[in-house]
């Protein structure tokens, strides 16, 4: 460890706040514990939940000065004396840092634990792996995890055409899917694998829903936020299930009689509780989809590291809608 910089750049905040509370300089280059691997940071995602932890709107443990951010792709720099598995040069890629008292990833260097690092695989692209990294892992957890998903049942995807509904399509392979989408989105979703497409802006939606799932739906996952439980519950099958992920200040009506009457339950989560093991577990399948090529993210713009404060505002007010942004630290 003793040819490594002293100081290296990075994107941090001082204090909770709007995009322009990130500052973009130099910090002392983190050294890792017994089980840590140092990570030279090459690309880095900027995620809905990068912006929650920053603002304050996200509670969780954030030691100030605090790097934002939470997944990255690079390889390993350093490695401390306990860690298996892992060597100097390795390709590797993590999405779990930047909370929970973790420091992020938007820096020229990271220290991740040695379980929340995974080798890319041969042949994937860093960035395109670190672009689908989160929504892809939130997908998973959501459908398998605690969704329950089993192949042949029916799972309706609302927001489709997003980050995490296209992945969530691409790992419900095997299920019945129908997605809402905008209009323009529907070919799209057909084509990355929808059985049904509807339009959400539809009036006739709600009974479009009904013609498509005549005997219910097994797996309602709505990641626009914008939670109709009336009618989410009213198509569930007996036994249903509802995973809220999105819409932080969403305040749905709930018909509870719909809810129990079906058996049905309602479940939430946010991947910043998945353990490691669950993490490890979504890793393994989107380790395998990349490599198939099956899983890609939309479009990608690639800015400099030092742009973290004004892709954390571009994202925050709907500007990069369809796109990932990723940073990249200076050589
Ligand atoms: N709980 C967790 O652990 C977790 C993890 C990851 C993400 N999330 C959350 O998941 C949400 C989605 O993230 P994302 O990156 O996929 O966002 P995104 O790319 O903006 O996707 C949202 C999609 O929803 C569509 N939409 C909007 N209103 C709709 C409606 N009424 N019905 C159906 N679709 C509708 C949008 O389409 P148009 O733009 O065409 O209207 C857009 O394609 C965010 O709120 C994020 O914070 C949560």
């Known amino acids: 460890m003793t040819d490594l910089p002293d100081q290296m750049y990075a994107a941090f905040i001082d204090r909770c706040g709007p995009p322009d509370v990130i500052r973009y300089g130099t910090l002392p280059v983190p050294r890792p514990g017994p089980t840590d691997v140092l990570v030279r940071v090459e690309a880095v995602s900027v995620n809905h939940v990068d912006t929650f932890v920053r603002s304050g709107a996200y509670e969780t443990a954030r030691p100030f000065p605090f790097v934002v951010n939470r997944d990255l792709a690079g390889a390993v720099a350093a490695c401390g004396p306990g860690v298996v598995g892992f060597a100097v ?10 909370h929970a008292g973790r420091q992020g990833a938007a820096a020229q260097y990271a220290v991740v634990p040695s379980d929340r690092l995974y080798p890319l695989p041969a042949q994937a692209d860093p960035v395109a792996m670190v672009a689908v990294a989160h929504p892809a892992a939130s997908a998973y957890l959501a459908l398998h995890t605690h969704g329950r998903l089993d ?14 509904g296209r992945a969530a399509m691409a790992l419900a392979r095997g299920a019945r899917i129908i997605a ?3 209009a323009a989105d529907l070919e799209t979703c057909r084509a990355l694998g929808a059985d049904v497409a509807l339009d959400y802006r539809d009036p006739d939606l709600a009974a ?22 009336d009618l989410a519950t009213g198509l569930l099958a007996p036994r249903g299930r ?14 509870v009689g719909a ?8 479940v939430g989560f946010a991947i910043s509780s998945a353990t490691t093991v669950e993490l490890a577990a979504a890793a393994a399948r989107i380790d395998q989809l990349v490599s198939e090529g099956s899983l890609t993210p939309s479009a990608v713009e690639h800015l400099p590291l030092s742009a973290a404060a004004d892709a954390h ?13 990723i940073l990249h630290p200076p050589d």
């Open 89 to 98: 040069g390795d390709r590797v890629w993590c999405n779990s840092l930047g």
């Open 151 to 164: 192949a042949g049942e029916t799972v309706l995807i609302a927001g489709a055409a997003g980050h995490v």
């Open 180 to 182: 809402t989408a905008s």
């Open 208 to 229: 479009r829903l009904h013609d498509a799932a005549p005997d219910g739906v097994d797996l309602h996952l709505d990641t626009s936020g914008h939670h109709d439980l």
């Open 242 to 255: 509802i995973v809220l992920m999105a819409g932080l200040g969403a305040r749905p009506v709930l018909p």
């Open 259 to 266: 809810l129990y009457t079906r058996d049905a339950q309602i």
């Open 313 to 325: 505002a571009r994202l925050e007010s709907g500007a990069a809608k369809g796109l990932r942004l």
